[in-house]
């Protein structure tokens, strides 16, 4: 991957939901996507596998694999037009699905114990891996890190997953909300569900972040935390596995920051420093 980067679908036997060192070592190592090879079952589950085997190698048939060691870009890249001064931001949301993985992780491993905020983080993952991945998330981080549980109130310095097949949302009292809605855009949990309830609480106050991913999913939400005056940031084509979400937002025109990957950690703090007022 250091010399001649490719895009890699790993199928093996070795990369069941329990596997979690194998399944996040290879990622982390450059591959873009995993999928279990089957251990038997009922002959009725094989159109379903072997569909998901195709949908899979499309999708990374169409990636350009990046190399271990990225470019460095100069400068906060790209930024549109929007509020001067905002206000005090109160809740970070995160968004993202091929990719995904490695961009929360280095995002996440580089904020402080004591992050300003919570952070509701979304990442579209095959059920049976999300505890994995906040197993592995965790390892790397200094920030709390758990699956969220309806009705409780979300703490600064702890980031906070959906439980699989629910949305995660804020109420309007603040607690969180595990809903079990239709999906949106093909997705349950959604980056979308997160960020408009995100906007609907904290309006300004909000800060959404969306990264590479397949399709829409987010876009809209985004939309409605740039219009409540949030701040919306958006991975760069450059660093993204695939550019399908953040794309989709930008051409909505809900993107204010559009970044590299290894910016988006060191502006976060400054978001939220005390000194930022409306």
């Given at each position: 991957m250091a010399r001649f980067p490719r895009p890699i679908l790993v199928v093996s036997a070795a990369v069941q939901p329990e596997d979690t060192h194998n399944v996040f070592s290879l990622l982390e190592a450059g591959a873009i996507d995993i999928l279990p090879k089957p251990r038997g079952g009922l002959a009725a589950d094989e159109p379903q596998i072997a569909?998901?085997?195709?949908?899979?190698?499309?999708?990374?048939?169409?990636?350009?694999?990046?190399?271990?060691?990225?470019?460095?870009?100069?400068?906060?890249?790209?930024?549109?037009?929007?509020?001067?001064?905002?206000?005090?931001?109160?809740?970070?949301?995160?968004?993202?699905?091929?990719?995904?993985?490695?961009?929360?992780?280095?995002?996440?491993?580089?904020?402080?114990?004591?992050?300003?905020?919570?952070?509701?983080?979304?990442?579209?993952?095959?059920?049976g891996f999300l505890g994995g991945l906040v197993s592995w998330l965790a390892s790397h981080c200094s920030m709390s890190m758990k699956i969220a549980q309806a009705g409780e109130a979300p703490l600064a310095g702890t980031i906070y997953f959906p439980q699989e097949g629910t949305h995660l949302e804020i109420d309007q009292g603040g607690k969180l909300a595990c809903s079990h809605k239709a999906p949106i855009d093909g997705h349950r949990p959604s980056v979308t569900a997160t960020f408009k309830s995100v906007a609907d609480y904290c309006g300004g106050g909000a800060i959404g972040i969306l990264l590479t991913g397949m399709g829409s999913d987010g876009a809209q939400g985004m939309q409605e935390i740039y219009a409540a005056g949030g701040i919306t940031?958006?991975?760069?084509?450059?660093?993204?596995?695939?550019?399908?979400?953040p794309k989709q937002a930008i051409a909505l025109g809900a993107v204010k920051y559009v970044l590299p990957l290894h910016k988006i950690p060191s502006l976060l703090p400054e978001l939220l420093a005390p000194t930022r007022r409306g």
């Amino acid at each position: 991957m250091a010399r001649f980067p490719r895009p890699i679908l790993v199928v093996s036997a070795a990369v069941q939901p329990e596997d979690t060192h194998n399944v996040f070592s290879l990622l982390e190592a450059g591959a873009i996507d995993i999928l279990p090879k089957p251990r038997g079952g009922l002959a009725a589950d094989e159109p379903q596998i072997a569909q998901e085997l195709i949908r899979k190698i499309k999708l990374i048939s169409g990636v350009m694999a990046l190399t271990r060691r990225q470019r460095m870009g100069p400068g906060l890249g790209q930024s549109q037009d929007g509020p001067a001064s905002p206000p005090r931001p109160r809740i970070v949301a995160i968004g993202a699905s091929t990719g995904g993985p490695q961009a929360l992780r280095t995002i996440l491993a580089q904020l402080p114990a004591n992050f300003a905020a919570p952070i509701l983080c979304v990442q579209h993952i095959s059920d049976g891996f999300l505890g994995g991945l906040v197993s592995w998330l965790a390892s790397h981080c200094s920030m709390s890190m758990k699956i969220a549980q309806a009705g409780e109130a979300p703490l600064a310095g702890t980031i906070y997953f959906p439980q699989e097949g629910t949305h995660l949302e804020i109420d309007q009292g603040g607690k969180l909300a595990c809903s079990h809605k239709a999906p949106i855009d093909g997705h349950r949990p959604s980056v979308t569900a997160t960020f408009k309830s995100v906007a609907d609480y904290c309006g300004g106050g909000a800060i959404g972040i969306l990264l590479t991913g397949m399709g829409s999913d987010g876009a809209q939400g985004m939309q409605e935390i740039y219009a409540a005056g949030g701040i919306t940031i958006a991975q760069n084509e450059e660093t993204s596995i695939v550019f399908g979400m953040p794309k989709q937002a930008i051409a909505l025109g809900a993107v204010k920051y559009v970044l590299p990957l290894h910016k988006i950690p060191s502006l976060l703090p400054e978001l939220l420093a005390p000194t930022r007022r409306g």
